[in-house]
C-alpha cells in the first residue's frame, strides 16, 4: 500500500481525533443503543436505527483513521536537506504576478488541507506545480479559474 505522507501536527490530529471517537463517542453510542433496546420493538425503533447508523459511522472511521496512520509516512521539513527547495511539508510564500496579490500556503497531506488556513494538499494543482521549484521562480498553475503565474518569494521549513 502507498504510504501516505503526513506532517507531525497532522498525525497528532489524526490521532486526537481516534481517541475521541474511541473514549467518548463510541461508548456514547453504545450507551443509546442500550436506552433504544429498552423501548421495545426494534422494527419502527427510529431511535434504535439511528443510533446504529451512527455507531457504524463511528467504527468506520476509526478503522479509516487506523489504516491511515499505520500506513503513514511523517515528514518533518526542518529535518530535510531540501537546499532551498519546495518540499512536502514546506511553507511558501507566494506572489501572483498579475494582481501583485500575495499568499502563503504551507503543503501538507490530503486529511490536513484546510484552504481557510492556509493549508494545501500535496495532490493539489498549486501545490503539484511548487514541488521541485525554488525561491525566486516563476511557476504556471493551471486552477478551476485558469492559469495563473505565481513568483515563489520565500520557502521556509517550520
Same mark, same amino acid.
Given at each position: 500500500m502507498t504510504r501516505?505522507? /503526513?506532517?507531525?501536527? !497532522?498525525?497528532?490530529? /489524526?490521532?486526537? #481525533?481516534?481517541?475521541? /471517537?474511541? =473514549?467518548?463517542r463510541r461508548p456514547a453510542v453504545?450507551?443509546?443503543?442500550?436506552?433504544?433496546? %429498552? &423501548? !421495545?420493538d426494534l422494527k419502527?425503533? @427510529? %431511535?434504535? &436505527?439511528? @443510533?446504529? #447508523?451512527?455507531? =457504524?459511522?463511528?467504527? !468506520?472511521?476509526?478503522a479509516e483513521?487506523?489504516?491511515k496512520l499505520s500506513n503513514s509516512q511523517i515528514?518533518?521539513?526542518?529535518?530535510?536537506?531540501?537546499?532551498g527547495k519546495v518540499i512536502f511539508g514546506a511553507t511558501v510564500d507566494l506572489a501572483d504576478a498579475n494582481s501583485g496579490d500575495e499568499v502563503t500556503y504551507q503543503i501538507v497531506g490530503e486529511d490536513e488541507a484546510d484552504i481557510k488556513q492556509g493549508l494545501i494538499s500535496v495532490q493539489s494543482p498549486i501545490a503539484r506545480a511548487l514541488i521541485g521549484k525554488e525561491e525566486g521562480e516563476v511557476v504556471d498553475v493551471v486552477v478551476p479559474g485558469g492559469t495563473r503565474e505565481l513568483e515563489i518569494v520565500e520557502v521556509r521549513y517550520q
Open positions: 501516505i505522507p /503526513l506532517t507531525a501536527r !497532522g498525525a497528532e490530529k /489524526l490521532r486526537d #481525533e481516534l481517541k475521541e /471517537l474511541k =473514549s467518548v453504545i450507551k443509546a443503543i442500550a436506552e433504544a433496546r %429498552e &423501548h !421495545g419502527e425503533n @427510529a %431511535e434504535y &436505527h439511528a @443510533a446504529r #447508523e451512527q455507531q =457504524s459511522f463511528i467504527e !468506520g472511521r476509526i483513521i487506523e489504516a515528514i518533518d521539513p526542518t529535518k530535510a536537506n531540501a537546499n
